[in-house]
C-alpha cells in the first residue's frame, strides 16, 4: 500500500513538472507570437505616409533598390519618420538609426526571456546572444556617433553583421534544433537585425562612391578594395615605414628588451607580484583608459580562462616569452560550450596587445572546436606569441587585427573568423590531425559582399610540425575552405611548404560559395606553392599583378592601420 501510494505521489509530481515545462514553452511562444506582430506592425505602420510625400518616396525607394534587401529596408525606413525629409545621403544615418533601435529592441527581448526555464546549452547560446546584441549597439553608436558618420563604419557594421551570425552558429554548435523554443526566439531577431545592418552597409558604401561611379555602379558590386578614392585614407604610412595606428610609446614598448620595471601590475605564481592569476589583475585594470594598462606575466603555466571585456581597453599583457609564459584551458564544443566561449583568452576591449607568451587550448582534436585565442579587439596587435590548439585556434573574430612574428599551430579552421587581419612574418603550422581528417590552416567567415574583412598571410612560414611530416604523404593539408558566402582570403609572398595538397582548396559543402568566395595566391614560393593543379573555382585568382596584391597588405587592407606603428612592431605596409 506505502509502495503504491509513492507511485502516485512520484507520478503526481512529475505531471506536475511536465505541466510547468509546457506552460513555459506555451509562454514563451506567446511572447514570440506578440513580438512578431509588433515588429511587423512597426515595419508597415506608416506605409500609407508615402502618398503625402511622393518625393521622399520615390528617394527611399531609388535608394533601396540595390541593397540585398530592398524590401526589409523599404519598410523599416517607412517606420522612422525622418525619412520624409531625408536626402539621398541622409539615407544612411536613417537606416543606421533604425538598425540601432532594431538591436536595443532585439537585447531588451533578450533580456526579457533571462527568468525563463532553460537547460543549460540553451542558456549558454542565449548568454552569447545577449553579449552579441549589446555589443551591435555598441557598434552602431560609434557608427554613428554624434550625428555624423565615421569613416570606419564598413569594418563596424562588419563587425555587427558579425555578431548576429555568431548568435545563431551558437545554437548550431550546441545541436540546438530550428524548432528549440530559445532558438525560434532568436533567429527571426538575429536574421531581422542583420538584413537591416547589411542594408545599412551597402548604403554607407554607395554614398561614399564618387557621383559619377554612384550612377553607374549597383550597391551589391562595391569591392571594399576597389581602386578609387574610398580607401584612401585607410593606407597612411609613417615616415618610418609603419602605419600611423599605434603611439610612439606603444613602439617603444614593443621594442624594449625589458618590460617588467615598466608593468603597471605583475603577475606571479610565486607570489613575488601583485597577483598569483591573470584574471584578478585584469579585474583590477582601469576601464574605459586612454592610456595604455601594462600587465607583465612571469614564468609559469596559468591554467585560467580568461575574458578581456570591451570595457578593459588599451590593455597590453607581456609575458617572459612564449616559452615560459603560457595560458592554458580545454574547454571545447564537445563538453557543452559554443564555439564562442571555448576561449581560453578572448578579448574584446579596443587597442589589445599581446607580447612574448603562449596561449593555448588543450582540448586536443578528438574534442573538435576549441579556440586558444578568440580576438574581437579594434585595432589590436599580437607579437612574437604562440598560439596552440587543434581545431579553431585563433579566432580572428572582428574588426581590425594584426600579427607579427607569431606561430599558429592548428589541425582544422585553425585560423578562422571575420576580422580584417593580416598576419606577417609568422609560422603556420600545420599537426597531425585525427584518422580520416583533413588539415584546413584557414576558414574566413565573411556572409556580405560589402564588409571590409578577410585573412591576409603575407611573408610567413606555412609548415608541418614534425608529427604530420612523417605521415604528410598520408594526410591531406589544405589552404582554406569557405566558411561563410563571401570567404576572403589572401597568401602573399609566403613559403608554402610541400605539405599543402596540389589543389590548394577544399570545397566546404559541394558548390557552396566557389563563385562568391575571394581566394588569391601571389609570388609563393616553397614545396607547396606551385598552382599548376589548384582548383578551377570561379573566386580563385592566382594574381600577377603587384598592384592587386597590394590590396591585401597592411599599408592597405587594414582599413584605418595608422594604428600599428605605436604598437611598435617591426611592420612591412606593402609587399617584400
Same mark, same amino acid.
Given at each position: 500500500?506505502?509502495?503504491?501510494?509513492?507511485?502516485?505521489?512520484?507520478?503526481?509530481?512529475?505531471?506536475?513538472?511536465?505541466?510547468?515545462?509546457?506552460?513555459?514553452?506555451?509562454?514563451?511562444?506567446?511572447?514570440?507570437?506578440?513580438?512578431?506582430?509588433?515588429?511587423?506592425?512597426?515595419?508597415?505602420?506608416?506605409?500609407?505616409?508615402?502618398?503625402?510625400?511622393?518625393?521622399?518616396?520615390?528617394?527611399?525607394?531609388?535608394?533601396?533598390?540595390?541593397?540585398?534587401?530592398?524590401?526589409?529596408?523599404?519598410?523599416?525606413?517607412?517606420?522612422?519618420?525622418?525619412?520624409?525629409?531625408?536626402?539621398?545621403?541622409?539615407?544612411?544615418?536613417?537606416?543606421?538609426?533604425?538598425?540601432?533601435?532594431?538591436?536595443?529592441?532585439?537585447?531588451?527581448?533578450?533580456?526579457?526571456?533571462?527568468?525563463?526555464?532553460?537547460?543549460?546549452?540553451?542558456?549558454?547560446?542565449?548568454?552569447?546572444?545577449?553579449?552579441?546584441?549589446?555589443?551591435?549597439?555598441?557598434?552602431?553608436?560609434?557608427?554613428?556617433?554624434?550625428? +555624423? !558618420? @565615421?569613416?570606419?563604419?564598413?569594418?563596424? &557594421?562588419? %563587425?555587427?553583421?558579425? $555578431?548576429?551570425?555568431?548568435? *545563431?552558429?551558437?545554437?548550431?554548435?550546441?545541436?540546438?534544433?530550428?524548432?528549440?523554443?530559445?532558438?525560434?526566439?532568436?533567429?527571426?531577431?538575429?536574421?531581422?537585425?542583420?538584413?537591416?545592418?547589411?542594408? +545599412? !552597409? @551597402?548604403?554607407?558604401?554607395?554614398?561614399? &562612391?564618387? %557621383?559619377?561611379?554612384? $550612377?553607374?555602379?549597383?550597391? *551589391?558590386?562595391?569591392?571594399?578594395?576597389?581602386?578609387?578614392?574610398?580607401?584612401?585614407?585607410?593606407?597612411?604610412?609613417?615616415?618610418?615605414?609603419?602605419?600611423?595606428?599605434?603611439?610612439?610609446?606603444?613602439?617603444? !614598448?614593443?621594442?624594449?628588451?625589458?618590460?617588467?620595471?615598466? %608593468?603597471?601590475?605583475?603577475?606571479?605564481?610565486?607570489?613575488?607580484?601583485?597577483?598569483?592569476?591573470?584574471?584578478?589583475?585584469?579585474?583590477?585594470?582601469?576601464?574605459?583608459?586612454?592610456?595604455?594598462?601594462?600587465?607583465?606575466?612571469?614564468?609559469?603555466?596559468?591554467?585560467?580562462?580568461?575574458?578581456?571585456?570591451?570595457?578593459?581597453?588599451?590593455?597590453?599583457?607581456?609575458?617572459?616569452?612564449?616559452s615560459k609564459t603560457i595560458v592554458t584551458g580545454r574547454r571545447s564544443v564537445q563538453d557543452g560550450y559554443t564555439t564562442f566561449r571555448t576561449a581560453t583568452v578572448a578579448v574584446s576591449g579596443k587597442g589589445f596587445i599581446a607580447r612574448d607568451m603562449t596561449f593555448e587550448n588543450t582540448a586536443g582534436p578528438e574534442k573538435h572546436q576549441a579556440v586558444a585565442l578568440r580576438v574581437g579587439s579594434d585595432q589590436s596587435a599580437v607579437y612574437r606569441c604562440s598560439i596552440r590548439g587543434y581545431q579553431d585556434t585563433l579566432y580572428v573574430y572582428s574588426l581590425r587585427q594584426f600579427y607579427r612574428e607569431v606561430d599558429i599551430y592548428g589541425t582544422v579552421d585553425f585560423i578562422f573568423g571575420n576580422a580584417a587581419v593580416v598576419i606577417q612574418n609568422s609560422n603556420i603550422i600545420a599537426r597531425r590531425p585525427m584518422i580520416n581528417q583533413k588539415n584546413t590552416i584557414t576558414a574566413q567567415g565573411r556572409t556580405d559582399p560589402n564588409e571590409n574583412t578577410g585573412i591576409s598571410i603575407h611573408n610567413c612560414?606555412?609548415?608541418?610540425?614534425?608529427?604530420?611530416?612523417?605521415?604528410?604523404?598520408?594526410?591531406?593539408?589544405?589552404?582554406?575552405?569557405?566558411?561563410?558566402?563571401?570567404?576572403?582570403?589572401?597568401?602573399?609572398?609566403?613559403?608554402?611548404?610541400?605539405?599543402?595538397?596540389?589543389?590548394?582548396?577544399?570545397?566546404?559543402?559541394?558548390?557552396?560559395?566557389?563563385?562568391?568566395?575571394?581566394?588569391?595566391?601571389?609570388?609563393?614560393?616553397?614545396?607547396?606553392?606551385?598552382?599548376?593543379?589548384?582548383?578551377?573555382?570561379?573566386?580563385?585568382?592566382?594574381?600577377?599583378?603587384?598592384?592587386?596584391?597590394?590590396?591585401?597588405?597592411?599599408?592597405?587592407?587594414?582599413?584605418?592601420?595608422?594604428?600599428?606603428?605605436?604598437?611598435?612592431?617591426?611592420?612591412?605596409?606593402?609587399?617584400?
Amino acid at each position: 500500500m506505502k509502495s503504491s501510494c509513492l507511485r502516485v505521489s512520484e507520478e503526481k509530481v512529475k505531471k506536475s513538472k511536465i505541466r510547468e515545462v509546457l506552460a513555459a514553452l506555451i509562454s514563451i511562444l506567446l511572447v514570440f507570437a506578440i513580438e512578431f506582430v509588433a515588429i511587423e506592425a512597426s515595419e508597415g505602420s506608416n506605409g500609407n505616409d508615402s502618398h503625402t510625400n511622393h518625393h521622399a518616396w520615390t528617394t527611399v525607394t531609388s535608394a533601396c533598390s540595390n541593397t540585398r534587401y530592398p524590401k526589409r529596408c523599404v519598410s523599416s525606413m517607412a517606420s522612422y519618420p525622418a525619412y520624409q525629409t531625408a536626402k539621398l545621403h541622409d539615407l544612411t544615418k536613417v537606416a543606421l538609426q533604425v538598425s540601432l533601435t532594431r538591436a536595443r529592441k532585439a537585447r531588451e527581448f533578450t533580456r526579457s526571456l533571462q527568468k525563463n526555464l532553460m537547460k543549460e546549452r540553451e542558456r549558454m547560446a542565449w548568454r552569447d546572444c545577449l553579449e552579441l546584441f549589446e555589443d551591435t549597439i555598441h557598434h552602431l553608436r560609434v557608427c554613428s556617433r554624434n550625428g +555624423s !558618420l @565615421s569613416p570606419d563604419c564598413p569594418i563596424w &557594421l562588419s %563587425a555587427s553583421l558579425t $555578431n548576429q551570425e555568431t548568435c *545563431l552558429n551558437g545554437f548550431r554548435d550546441l545541436n540546438l534544433s530550428a524548432t528549440n523554443p530559445i532558438r525560434a526566439l532568436m533567429s527571426p531577431r538575429a536574421v531581422n537585425l542583420s538584413e537591416l545592418v547589411s542594408n +545599412s !552597409l @551597402s548604403m554607407y558604401k554607395f554614398s561614399t &562612391l564618387p %557621383a559619377k561611379t554612384r $550612377n553607374n555602379r549597383s550597391l *551589391l558590386s562595391v569591392d571594399t578594395n576597389e581602386d578609387g578614392d574610398f580607401n584612401s585614407h585607410y593606407g597612411r604610412v609613417s615616415e618610418d615605414g609603419f602605419p600611423e595606428w599605434l603611439s610612439p610609446r606603444d613602439r617603444k !614598448l614593443l621594442r624594449a628588451s625589458s618590460l617588467a620595471s615598466l %608593468a603597471h601590475v605583475v603577475v606571479a605564481q610565486d607570489g613575488s607580484g601583485h597577483y598569483w592569476k591573470i584574471a584578478q589583475a585584469i579585474k583590477a585594470a582601469p576601464r574605459n583608459s586612454r592610456k595604455r594598462y601594462i600587465i607583465f606575466i612571469k614564468a609559469g603555466i596559468y591554467k585560467e580562462n580568461i575574458d578581456i571585456s570591451k570595457k578593459v581597453t588599451n590593455l597590453m599583457l607581456v609575458g617572459a616569452g612564449k616559452s615560459k609564459t603560457i595560458v592554458t584551458g580545454r574547454r571545447s564544443v564537445q563538453d557543452g560550450y559554443t564555439t564562442f566561449r571555448t576561449a581560453t583568452v578572448a578579448v574584446s576591449g579596443k587597442g589589445f596587445i599581446a607580447r612574448d607568451m603562449t596561449f593555448e587550448n588543450t582540448a586536443g582534436p578528438e574534442k573538435h572546436q576549441a579556440v586558444a585565442l578568440r580576438v574581437g579587439s579594434d585595432q589590436s596587435a599580437v607579437y612574437r606569441c604562440s598560439i596552440r590548439g587543434y581545431q579553431d585556434t585563433l579566432y580572428v573574430y572582428s574588426l581590425r587585427q594584426f600579427y607579427r612574428e607569431v606561430d599558429i599551430y592548428g589541425t582544422v579552421d585553425f585560423i578562422f573568423g571575420n576580422a580584417a587581419v593580416v598576419i606577417q612574418n609568422s609560422n603556420i603550422i600545420a599537426r597531425r590531425p585525427m584518422i580520416n581528417q583533413k588539415n584546413t590552416i584557414t576558414a574566413q567567415g565573411r556572409t556580405d559582399p560589402n564588409e571590409n574583412t578577410g585573412i591576409s598571410i603575407h611573408n610567413c612560414n606555412v609548415l608541418a610540425s614534425p608529427a604530420l611530416a612523417r605521415v604528410k604523404g598520408h594526410i591531406k593539408t589544405f589552404l582554406g575552405r569557405p566558411w561563410k558566402e563571401y570567404s576572403r582570403t589572401l597568401f602573399i609572398q609566403s613559403t608554402l611548404d610541400n605539405h599543402i595538397d596540389p589543389a590548394g582548396w577544399l570545397e566546404w559543402d559541394g558548390n557552396f560559395a566557389l563563385s562568391t568566395l575571394y581566394y588569391g595566391e601571389y609570388m609563393n614560393r616553397g614545396g607547396g606553392a606551385g598552382t599548376s593543379k589548384r582548383v578551377n573555382w570561379p573566386g580563385f585568382h592566382v594574381i600577377t599583378s603587384a598592384r592587386e596584391a597590394y590590396k591585401f597588405t597592411a599599408g592597405k587592407f587594414i582599413h584605418g592601420s595608422s594604428w600599428i606603428p605605436s604598437t611598435g612592431l617591426a611592420f612591412t605596409p606593402g609587399l617584400n
